[in-house]
T-cell receptor
Framework: GAGVSQSPSNKVTEKGKDVELRCDPI?????LYWYRQSLGQGLEFLIY????????KSGLPSDRFSAERTGGSVSTLTIQRTQQEDSAVYLC???????????????FGPGTRLLVL | KQEVTQIPAALSVPEGENLVLNCSFT??????LQWFRQDPGKGLTSLLL?????REQTSGRLNASLDKSSGRSTLYIAASQPGDSATYLC?????????FGKGTMLLVSP
């Protein structure tokens, strides 16, 4: 079946511009996660959604970052007034439920590679 | 705050060797530990997931162990192949999120 998809796959933008990154989770998955992977760094958690609500936004690095999810499905991560340090791979993941002791893994999309010039 | 460390950062071995990748974490209050594989330009693929109550999991040539009390996990790869070349990531699960290590970049040469 279809996995997690992300668009665009690559994005080059100029410093100061806004960008929107999209994630389509696996159908039926209520939990959706955003991560960032910078060069030489591990994956950093940004935010997760349970349905349309975001119980944990603790990983968002600044108020320039925001995310929303509509209809319990597609999510958009928006970065306003982009800076060069925002350059990274942004990964989205989904799974059936968000919490608890479960054997279910998170299923990751291929990522969006963002380059801010 | 949970911190995950992976050693070594990079590893190069000839085909056929058995190898061990190491992962340590600072907070033993985890739900599970997972090992992922990441190929260049690709997303992550889950290899093994060990529940906090388990000691190990096996899949084919891969075996992962977990010692929660000491905050350690190992990934054992038997009879390595060039196709195993990738970055291997260890991640521990809190109540709702994963905390990742920086990964071990593995190169298996023919």
């Amino acid at each position: 079946g279809a996995g997690v998809s992300q668009s665009p796959s690559n994005k080059v933008t100029e410093k100061g511009k806004d960008v929107e990154l999209r994630c389509d989770p696996i159908s039926g998955h209520t939990a959706l996660y955003w991560y960032r992977q910078s060069l030489g760094q591990g994956l950093e958690f940004l935010i997760y959604f349970q349905g349309n609500s975001a119980p944990d936004k603790s990983g968002l690095p600044s108020d320039r970052f925001s995310a929303e999810r509509t209809g319990g499905s597609v999510s958009t991560l928006t970065i306003q007034r982009t800076q060069q340090e925002d350059s990274a791979v942004y990964l989205c993941a989904s799974r059936t439920v968000a919490r608890g002791n479960t054997q279910e893994t998170q299923y990751f999309g291929p990522g969006t590679r963002l380059l801010v010039l | 705050k949970q911190e995950v460390t992976q050693i070594p950062a990079a590893l190069s071995v000839p085909e056929g060797e058995n190898l061990v990748l190491n992962c340590s974490f600072t907070d033993s209050a985890i739900y599970n530990l997972q090992w992922f594989r990441q190929d260049p330009g690709k997303g992550l693929t889950s290899l093994l997931l060990i529940q906090s109550s388990q000691r190990e999991q096996t899949s084919g040539r891969l075996n992962a162990s977990l010692d929660k009390s000491s905050g350690r996990s190992t990934l054992y790869i038997a009879a390595s192949q060039p196709g195993d070349s990738a970055t291997y990531l260890c991640a521990v699960s809190g109540y709702s999120t994963l905390t990742f290590g920086k990964g071990t970049m593995l190169l298996v040469s023919p």
